[in-house]
């Protein structure tokens, strides 16, 4: 059984920093790429960045570039999200997801989803 576990979410201020993790199970998690996503209430689900299976290609959504980055450690099976400066428009539900080998962006190519972690950003 597959399993994605978030952690690490909270509030904070603007301005500041936080780091999610995202502990996986169930796969041979070196064979994955694995994506950081993002829902704001009311909105669709969105890209934030993606890292593939060997840590040397990654992918981030334009607005978070320079102020987010993404690191895996496969010998603990889990993927990490940096988050500097964050914003108020960085308040969402994060969500990590698994996909075989490549990096993509969309929400449809990636096949096993964690249950979330809250990140609210105040001004």
């Known amino acids: 059984q597959v399993q994605l576990v978030e952690s690490g979410g909270g509030l904070v201020q603007a301005g500041t920093s936080l780091r999610l993790s995202c502990a996986a199970s169930?796969?041979?998690?070196?064979?994955?790429?694995m994506g950081w996503f993002r829902q704001a209430p009311g909105k669709e689900r969105e890209f934030v960045a993606a890292?593939?299976?060997?840590?040397?290609?990654?992918n981030y959504k334009d607005s978070v570039k320079g102020r987010f980055t993404i690191s895996r450690d496969n010998a603990k099976n889990t993927v990490y999200l940096q988050m500097n400066s964050l914003k108020p428009e960085d308040t969402a539900v994060y969500y990590c997801a698994a996909r075989l080998l490549r990096v993509e962006v969309g929400v449809r190519d990636y096949d096993y989803w964690g249950q979330g972690t809250q990140v609210t950003v105040s001004s």
């Open positions: 169930g796969i041979t998690f070196s064979n994955y790429a």
């Open positions: 890292i593939a299976w060997g840590g040397s290609v990654t």
